[in-house]
């Protein structure tokens, strides 16, 4: 599998060739800078020194810590006049934008499409040179599914714009796993198949690495995963590890995973199949991305469990 450094400001590019780069001060945008990925972006941005701007619905779910030196301003995306001028003086966008649980009787479409095509367009007016979009692993492929048809849509109408792109693919979060832990927490853990599936989730913080990183990226495209590669079987020994339980694994036959998406499909709407048909597709094929980072889903669990005590 191939392998990602951890940035330098010498090392090795996506080729594994020497790389010197020329870091030029940028004044960027994050929106979504409440969400898990998006506190991250700002934190790592703040350290680097670099000028950041915060898109949120409410500044006060923005952490006190990373309000000091971030221009915050409060907008709501899905409605364009609310962020009319967010742009103004913005070398770089990156959008951690979309939603993972339907809410507010609003709908992919509605907020992981639209939502960035209004600050798609904000940006464009504004002459931003760079917009730096997080979408999912295998999105291409898994289309059909409600939430990568909308995200997908985006990706479309960003390849035809003339501004330049990123799109980062990260094959799930370190905060989607926490399902485990609640699961390991109950006793049971509970798999499709044999809990061969493989995966390696990134912590948001790398993640946020790798964000700020692409701003002096050429690529536009970019498939990331964490430095760990591990089957289900495996993720859940480390959670029932963390809550000190022995384990027990109940493994979910595939006829009843087609059974539970083909009921969920057909009696309700997609508001509410969306996530859950997601989750049931994601969770019995291998997400595999290129390994980065250095922190690893066993030292999160165990801090994940010291908190819950």
């Known amino acids: 599998m191939e392998r990602y450094p951890l940035p330098l400001s010498k090392g090795k590019n996506f080729s594994g060739q020497d790389q010197y780069r020329v870091i030029v001060m940028k004044q960027v945008l994050v929106a979504g800078a409440t969400g898990y990925l998006g506190k991250f972006i700002v934190e790592e941005l703040q350290r680097r020194g670099i000028w950041t701007r915060a898109l949120v619905r409410d500044r006060g779910k923005l952490p006190m810590s990373s309000t000091g030196d971030v221009n915050v301003v409060e907008g709501l995306i899905t409605n364009p006049p609310s962020i009319a001028g967010c742009c103004h003086d913005i070398d770089v966008v990156i959008s951690t934008v979309g939603i993972t649980r339907q ?172 996530p859950i048909e997601f989750f049931l597709t994601v969770m019995a094929m291998d997400m595999l991305a290129p390994e980065y980072g250095s922190r690893t889903l066993q030292i999160f669990f165990k801090s994940a469990a010291e908190q819950s005590n």
């Not at 904000?122 to 939430?147: P, T």
């Not at 590669?229 to 036959?253: C, G, M, R, W």
């Open 103 to 274: 809410r507010d009787g609003l709908t992919y479409m509605d907020v992981d499409f639209q939502a960035n095509m209004n600050l798609l367009e904000e940006a464009k007016r504004s002459g931003v040179q760079k917009f730096i979009y997080v979408s999912v692993l295998h999105c291409r492929q898994l289309e059909y599914l409600k939430i990568c048809e909308a995200k997908e849509k985006f990706v479309r109408q960003l390849e035809r714009s003339t501004i330049d792109f990123c799109v980062i693919r990260p094959n799930g979060f370190f905060s989607d796993m926490t399902a485990y832990t609640e699961m390991a927490e109950k006793g049971r853990v509970y798999l499709f198949g044999k809990g061969e599936y493989r995966a390696n989730p990134i912590h948001g913080a790398d993640l946020a690495t790798l964000c700020v990183d692409a701003i002096d990226f050429d690529k536009r495209e970019i498939d990331i995963g964490g430095p760990q590669t591990l089957s289900h079987n495996e993720i859940a020994q480390l959670a029932f590890d963390a809550v000190n339980k022995k384990a027990a694994i109940t493994y979910i036959p595939e006829w009843l995973r087609k059974m539970v998406l083909w009921g969920v499909r057909r009696f309700t709407t997609s508001r509410f199949y969306g």
